[in-house]
């Protein structure tokens, strides 16, 4: 696919870059990209992508723009608050350059679109921010031979890889099965330093145009390790496990999502809804309760504990509730004294992951006879007044 003459006058520094030239400006412009979300590492990834010159990019997010994202998510402005991330982000793009076609695609990735989204393209590059949607990317992957360019972040630090080059190790080689729930927070819980998404999104960008272009060596085997703290940065090297590549279908809707319920599948949460009218203070509560159960018993005798930190209290609460920031848990220095060990608690934080955890440590460490957290925490709990 030749380049015009306003193309050679764009991409006139890739065309002069030894080793690159216009063979691999031309199998760029040739070439299509899905991107699995547009948050902290799509936005930068999605950047450089579509600077690059990469032909066509699919754009899957059913997210909206929130002003919290604006920390890290380079794509959007004060002005986009409220639009869905995948419009808004093909039209920065678009803008940017009008060589390449940019199609959004509103919308959340399920099994029943993955396989068809993944099979339409060249390459895949994941930056979603949930295992659920990580082991479905790498599955259909998998079963469509497609490379799939991996980056995670968390606090300070962050990773990359490539899966799926050439018959080489997969998501699932490094990642057998997700966490257990509630043993990792994600970035609204645990927090992320804004520019990191920026460093590993970028470097997923590279990746991407390293595999499509056919230059350098990809990650592939290979795990980078970034702290940012330090500037840190090592590369862990892992080997394929045949039985990664045993896979016949995409795994089942809410398989690694580390703040379900294990073993609740949707007939139980739907047996459980006609369950609210009359509920029995006394009777014990499950692991994880909803929204609509959690407001049923409000009525009751319940305590209410809220485990975020102060400042996010001073954003929203649910009242009346009881501070006791986790953190504070995890140390030893809470103070519980307002709190009755003997009483049916709920525990509730920004997403419900800081909240398992602590219902945990009062249930094993702090005598707490009958306590649970609160299904998707103070975000569900807004959402359901909306």
């Not at 809470?334 to 909240?355: I, N, Q």
Request: aromatic share 6%.
């Amino acid at each position: 696919m030749k380049l015009s003459h306003d193309e050679i006058a764009r991409y006139q520094r890739h065309l002069s870059l030894p080793g690159f030239g216009p063979e691999a400006q031309e199998k760029l412009k040739a070439a299509s990209v899905l991107v699995i979300g547009a948050g902290g590492l799509g936005c930068p990834a999605l950047l450089y992508l579509a600077a690059a010159g990469v032909g066509r990019i699919e754009i899957v997010d059913d997210d909206r723009i929130d002003v919290s994202n604006l920390q890290r998510q380079v794509l959007y402005t004060e002005a986009d608050a409220g639009q869905p991330k995948a419009e808004s982000a093909a039209r920065r793009l678009r803008a940017l350059n009008r060589f390449i076609t940019v199609t959004a695609h509103p919308m959340r990735l399920t099994r029943r679109n993955a396989r068809e989204l993944v099979r339409g393209v060249d390459v895949v590059v994941d930056g979603s921010d949930n295992f659920g949607t990580r082991y479905l990317v790498n599955d259909a992957c998998v079963l469509e031979n497609r490379p799939l360019v991996y980056g995670a972040i968390q606090g300070f630090e962050g990773q990359a890889s490539v899966f799926n080059w050439r018959g080489g190790p997969t998501y699932r080689c490094l990642f057998p099965e997700p966490p257990e729930p509630g043993t990792v927070p994600n970035c609204a819980e645990g927090g992320v330093l804004g520019v990191l998404p920026g460093l590993i999104g970028t470097v997923q960008a590279v990746e991407a145009i390293k595999l499509l272009t056919g230059i350098g060596e990809p990650l592939s085997g290979r795990l980078l390790l970034w702290d940012a703290l330090d500037m840190a940065t090592q590369v862990v090297r892992f080997a394929a496990d045949p039985r990664s590549r045993q896979i016949t279908d995409l795994p089942p809707e809410g398989y690694g999502e580390t703040c379900a319920v294990p073993g609740h599948g949707a007939q139980a949460t739907s047996d459980a809804k006609p369950a609210h009218r009359g509920v029995n203070a006394d009777a014990p509560l499950p692991r994880e309760v909803d929204v609509a159960e959690f407001k049923a018993r409000l009525t009751q005798r319940v305590q209410v504990v809220d485990v975020r930190e102060s400042w996010e209290r001073e954003l929203s609460a649910i009242e009346p509730s009881v501070l006791v920031p986790l953190s504070e848990i995890e140390r030893g220095t809470a103070d519980l004294g307002a709190l009755d060990p003997g009483r049916p608690t709920v525990v509730y934080c920004a997403g419900g992951v800081r909240s398992l955890r602590a219902a945990e440590y009062f249930r094993s460490r702090h005598g707490f006879t009958n306590v649970t957290s609160l299904r998707g925490g103070i975000k569900a709990w807004g959402a359901s007044a909306r």
